[in-house]
């Protein structure tokens, strides 16, 4: 027998379904800027696309002047733009919703950041022109299949309004951290739209098209609403923009700690403007103290914070994390609850215990 | 560039700390009977150990006639046992406790089932006999490390009284599933103790000790016990034998579901004789009916069950799960809370959505 080393440790994705894939990132480990596809959370709708690259090519077509049918080789051609992102699922946090809400219970792991190259989609439509009656720009993904509320096969398809179309940081993505975007990612093409929850970066960009009207798929009038409540659709209105949030990643909720100097940690984001402030309770919201930036703080981009804690009392202790925005948004008290459970961004709340 | 292919997706183990590795099984993934060493949840005190399997011997010592040592070899000569036994991690399902309990927050994935093959500790102690004061027997791991609790380097130590440990179903096994035993399961040699929860089953093991007192090891007098109140140890008790329990591994909870006939599955198992009844509710707990077994019902092993559902009615629905074994032991309508989170075996609930 041979000397038995102790085998090398790795943190997996937690598993939340495989067929589509739904995967979800243990928060502590997210420390790395540039999330790696082996921690990078996975979300989808359908089964994984299968298409051919080798004849891979991107039409633009609807209300524009002339269509248009991108090369990628041509599409490599145009000035890049990279930018640091976070995507998070609409869905991150779900499980956190009293009463609790149906669908995948995400935790708070459906979140990444990394650094997305690619061209602005501003860049491709000033070649095709836009029709004066254009609306909405609707781009499709390869992936499709069927949902449980009809027995029509549907694309994942998705639009955003002109002025966020054109917006010079919504970009037809190439690269992911400075390679080729992984398959499972959206390789070769994803649309990346900045500040936006996740389900807008459509993957595996199969073709765009402009409209004239408002675009009324499934994945934009059923899905990725907010609707307040139980038993109606009143007052409903779509998921577009990220909420101020945070997250801690150490310690843990619910674990226990030795008395002592321990380092509260974690990250914040949102999806206008930058994390201005990042604040603490340790006394249930009696009183607050701001804790320290660990990294710079950049438009679409998380911030990573820290706070030095020095506890001598042994018991219960609450942790409570608050960010506010330089547009003035701040983590509520209690989340805005919704039938389908997108956006939760209340305060962030973690228990621990002194031994 | 080629023809993509739909990367494999795998299940993964949820991971809820790297040092010591402490992962779970998402409790749908577990099919197989012989779960396998990638499935298999992990649970460790300390870091994995680091010895020289080439120099293994496994010494007896203590209250006995005469000591004595065993090599491998020698081991693999005496009359085998084969078992399938239930895994159990005594705080499986800890995150379930309300209130809440601090500590590892394990969902309802800290179990396996596999073939465990090795002789039996009394074949073994009919070498060295026992002293006439022998009480209990304690089983050393090589695992090594500190507590929070104090600044000792302690070994992980389990004893048993005699009457378990000179079971013939109490084995030192040295194969899972027909192979030597994964390193992170106990490599070469782990004690299994059918029908007592995992902490029990002592990995890599050392050494083992007769002793003629109760043993006062911080595994046995300070963790793994039953503390019923928050603030006072009174009415403490072991933990030994493993609740009679169930789990839902189809559908989850909190899924939505379409109308139509489905199919509501799941294990259930127990520490002392074998599962004879396993019940499903749909009215919250007014009427029962009978689940079917959909493999055998053995001692020490868990039982698959199995329910076909036809529901026409949209909106919420509760599905509630009742097993009972041999000795008249019940899933009971609430949990015993305890401070440190053990034994959790009320009856499994969970609610899904038809829409």
């Known amino acids: 027998m041979k000397k038995v080393e102790s085998s090398t440790v ?48 991107l039409p633009i077509e609807g209300f524009v002047y002339s269509s248009k049918t991108f090369s990628l080789e041509e599409i490599l051609t145009f000035p890049p733009k990279t930018l640091k992102v976070v995507l998070e699922c609409a869905g991150d946090k779900r499980d956190l919703f009293k009463p609790k809400v149906f669908g995948e219970q995400w935790e708070k792991g459906a979140i ?19 029709h004066a009656d254009a609306k909405e720009i609707v781009v499709e993904g390869y992936d499709v299949g069927e949902r449980t509320d009809s027995n029509e096969i549907v694309h994942f398809s998705r639009s955003l309004p002109l ?9 037809i993505a190439y690269e992911y951290n400075g390679y080729p975007i992984p398959f499972k990612h959206g390789y070769p093409l994803r649309l990346i739209v900045p500040g936006w929850y996740a389900m807008a970066s459509v993957k595996w960009i199969k073709r765009i098209k402009v409209i004239d009207k408002k675009f009324k798929g499934p994945f934009q009038s059923v899905d990725y609403v ?21 997250t801690i990643q150490k310690p843990l909720d619910m674990q226990i700690l030795n008395t002592g100097i321990h380092e509260i940690k974690g990250i914040a984001w949102t999806g206008v403007g930058k994390i201005t402030k ?34 001598k009392e042994q018991g219960e202790h609450t942790i409570l994390i608050k960010a506010t925005d330089s547009e003035g948004n701040v983590q509520p008290e209690k989340p805005m609850w919704n039938r389908k459970g997108y956006g939760y961004n209340a305060i962030e709340r973690i228990k621990v215990k002194i031994e």
Chains 1, 2 share one sequence.
């Open 226 to 246: 907010y609707y307040p409540h139980e038993d109606n659709n009143n007052e409903s209105f779509p998921v577009t923009t990220i909420n101020v949030n945070s």
């Open 163 to 171: 002025e966020k179309a054109l917006d010079s940081n919504t970009i």
């Open 278 to 311: 990042v604040d603490i309770s340790l006394d249930n919201g009696a009183t607050w103290n701001a804790c320290q930036f660990t990294s710079s703080t950049e438009n679409y981009a998380w911030t990573h914070w820290s706070y030095i804690w020095e506890i």
């Open 10 to 57: 790795r943190a997996n994705l937690i598993t939340r379904s495989l067929i589509p894939e739904n995967k979800e990132t243990p928060i502590q480990f997210l420390k790395d800027d540039n999330v790696s596809d082996k921690l990078f959370y996975r979300r989808n709708h359908f089964s994984y696309p299968n298409f051919l690259t080798s004849f891979y090519y």
């Open 112 to 130: 990444s950041h990394g650094s997305w190259k690619g061209v602005p989609l501003r860049t491709l439509l000033q070649f095709t022109g836009l």
